[in-house]
T-cell receptor, first 115, second 112 residues
């Protein structure tokens, strides 16, 4: 079974530029998550989708971050304009809500450095 | 608002030692609790998942317990090995909305 795919793995941009990250969840998984993990901290949920609807985006900085999940499959997270404090790993994850215990499966992450 | 705390933040032990990692949470209305492992530069790998109705789960040398009433979980690692060196994170999923909140993790180093 293929895991959660993310791209790009690494990105360096200047502040005020824009960046987009892509995620393809495990096939059949209804729930998709985007987490932000700053070095030394635990992941912080940015947005959670159930199929193509948003379940929770309370911690998404909506003035600069946006995310979409078209057709309830893959998803894109965009940052525009980027700030220095956005330097972090952006983790995509998926789970089959209603499946075996709602185990969450993570991708390898997209590492963003804003200079 | 659910808060998840992990103690200690870092731990160094000699190979072969048994050890316990702690996780506490403030809201007992949880759907489940998961323990994850994160290696440097990698994503998170699920180790054990405990449903709210369960008391413990075991996988190989790992045993996780859950005491919902006191808001605590422990991850017990038996006969630690250098390959166990990683960051261990716990995460709770709340009932209603299934929002999953992570602790900051415990960084474990097992010395050969």
């Amino acid at each position: 079974e293929a895991g959660v795919a993310q791209s790009p793995r690494y990105k360096i941009i200047e502040k005020r530029q824009s960046v987009a990250f892509w995620c393809n969840p495990i096939s059949g998984h209804a729930t998709l998550y985007w987490y932000q993990q700053i070095l030394g901290q635990g992941p912080k949920l940015l947005i959670q989708f159930q199929n193509n609807g948003v379940v929770d985006d309370s911690q998404l900085p909506k003035d600069r971050f946006s995310a979409e999940r078209l057709k309830g499959v893959d998803s894109t997270l965009k940052i525009q304009p980027a700030k220095l404090e956005d330097s972090a790993v952006y983790l995509c994850a998926s789970s089959a809500l209603g499946g075996p215990g709602n185990t969450i499966y993570f991708g390898e992450g997209s590492w963003l450095t804003v200079v | 608002k659910q808060e998840v705390t992990q103690i200690p933040a870092a731990l160094s032990v000699p190979e072969g030692e048994n050890l316990v990692l702690n996780c506490s949470f403030t809201d007992s209305a949880i759907y489940n609790l998961q323990w994850f492992r994160q290696d440097p530069g990698k994503g998170l790998t699920s180790l054990l998942l405990i449903q709210s109705s369960q008391r413990e789960q075991t996988s190989g040398r790992l045993n996780a317990s859950l005491d919902k009433s006191s808001g605590r979980s422990t991850l017990y690692i038996a006969a630690s090995q250098p390959g166990d060196s990683a960051t261990y994170l716990c995460a709770v999923t709340n009932t209603g909305g299934f929002k999953t909140i992570f602790g900051a993790g415990t960084r474990l180093f097992v010395k050969a």
